[in-house]
């Protein structure tokens, strides 16, 4: 199978992953005598968060908190997404939800693969998300911020400043000085192709910087990832141009000016179309000590698939590409830090034959070995697009699936 054949199947069986059915409002535990919950020490639920079904989430963590997002809709007969917020406290096993329904802002048009968005520094928190445009899912970005730690919610200015063109595929991540940072897909000369626009808030998301453009000549439709280094500089993955690989851009004074470093994952990728899979981007260690790891996939002639990176010189150059599963996909990354010893997981959908599974797999010594792949759901679930984490307890992954009866529910493994 060439690589052009891989890249519009996996685009074919990711479009068909993305759309959700209906879900039911009960929270299910497996059984304590599962294998493979026993193999990977997992605690292993499923919720809808009180909403009626779910099409988009988002996850953060900061300190002991991590920070949930979802959006779907409230009941069977309403026809608008609205937003709830849940936080846990206890790396995902219990999750407390305030049903702060954010009901009274323009509706989320985000799905899997252009998600809602959420950042928080201490009780301020940030969300993004696209709306409504005159074309469907083309419309403007909206932000809204909360100052009671997801209490109540407020609408922010639009980060981009138009609000008549398509904003979409926005990451967000606040800074150790409480300054929020955005990026986002735009063609804000309306020329006929992306760029990767940035703007930052300096008052916990009231207001925004003038948006600036990072690089003018973007992939349209590939996810963007923020991440925050040790040494408080902001990353941005995302997918470039010509050529088609993933590319890092950094910013050394919390997003005043910015250079990019380097292509993480140099396949020399040329492709005229949009594959719809981002990357990810995390980051381990101390301030003058740290590791860049990062998960990018390709469709790159005999090289297609997902690949694990890691850089220990801040981004500026990486390790050889290892590879991931056989027909791997739609990755993510994290690690922590204990007893000095790092601990890395990558996750990703695998494609099969019945559909995408999702399997995960561990590295303890910096990402040089790593455990063969563990399975975490069926292909049978339709189970997409999955993240992770890592939390105060160990690691924390996340993603959407349908249960027994059809329908779609956020499922999650917190384990070490």
């Avoid at 995902?92 to 928080?120: T, V």
């Avoid at 009780?123 to 997801?150: C, H, K």
Wanted: proline letters at 4%.
């Amino acid at each position: 199978m060439n690589s052009l054949t891989k890249t519009l199947l996996m685009c074919v069986l990711i479009s068909g992953c993305s759309s959700q059915a209906s879900l039911n409002l009960s929270t299910q535990q497996s059984s304590g005598d599962n294998p493979m919950n026993a193999a990977l020490k997992t605690i292993y639920s499923t919720s809808t968060f009180n909403l009626y079904e779910i099409a988009s989430f988002d996850i953060h963590v900061e300190e002991q908190n991590i920070h949930l997002l979802v959006s779907g809709k409230a009941n069977a007969n309403d026809k608008k997404n609205v937003i709830d917020y849940a936080y846990s406290r206890d790396g995902g096993h219990h999750w407390h939800n305030k049903n702060s329904l954010i009901s009274h802002l323009p509706e989320a048009m985000a799905k899997r693969g252009n998600d809602i968005q959420l950042a928080a520094n201490g009780d301020y928190l940030v969300a993004m998300w696209q709306t409504r445009g005159e074309f469907p899912s083309m419309g403007p970005m909206v932000s809204a911020y909360s100052t009671d730690r997801g209490i109540t919610w407020n609408q922010g200015t639009n980060p981009a400043l138009a609000n008549d063109r398509a904003q979409a595929h926005i990451d967000l991540i606040a800074d150790e000085q409480g300054k929020f940072h955005a990026v986002w897909l735009e063609d804000p000369q309306e020329n006929g192709y992306q760029s990767l626009r940035y703007a930052r808030s300096i008052d916990h998301g009231k207001h925004w910087s003038e948006p600036i453009t990072l690089d003018d000549s973007t992939c349209s439709c590939c996810w963007n990832t923020l991440t925050l280094s040790p040494n408080n500089h902001v990353n941005a993955l995302y997918r470039d141009m010509t050529p088609h690989d993933m590319s890092l851009m950094q910013s050394i004074d919390a997003g005043l000016t910015w250079k990019k470093v380097s292509t993480v994952g140099d396949f020399q990728w040329k492709f005229e179309g949009c594959p719809h899979i981002g990357g990810g981007l995390t980051s381990v260690g101390t301030d003058k000590n740290f590791q860049l790891h990062s998960v990018v996939w390709t469709g790159a002639e005999e090289k297609s698939g997902l690949y694990y990176l890691t850089s220990k010189n801040g981004g500026q150059s990486w390790s050889p590409p290892r590879k991931l599963g056989d027909m791997a996909t739609n990755g993510d990354v994290a690690a922590y830090t204990s007893k000095d010893t790092h601990h890395v997981s990558t996750i990703w959908n695998e494609i099969e034959d019945d559909g995408m599974s999702i399997l995960l797999s561990q590295s303890t010594d910096e990402g040089i070995t790593w455990s063969a792949p563990k399975r975490l759901s069926e292909a049978s679930n339709s189970p997409t697009q999955p993240k992770i984490i890592a939390t105060q307890h160990g690691f924390l992954a996340i993603w959407t699936e349908n249960n027994s009866s059809g329908k779609s529910v956020l499922a999650w493994y917190a384990f070490k």
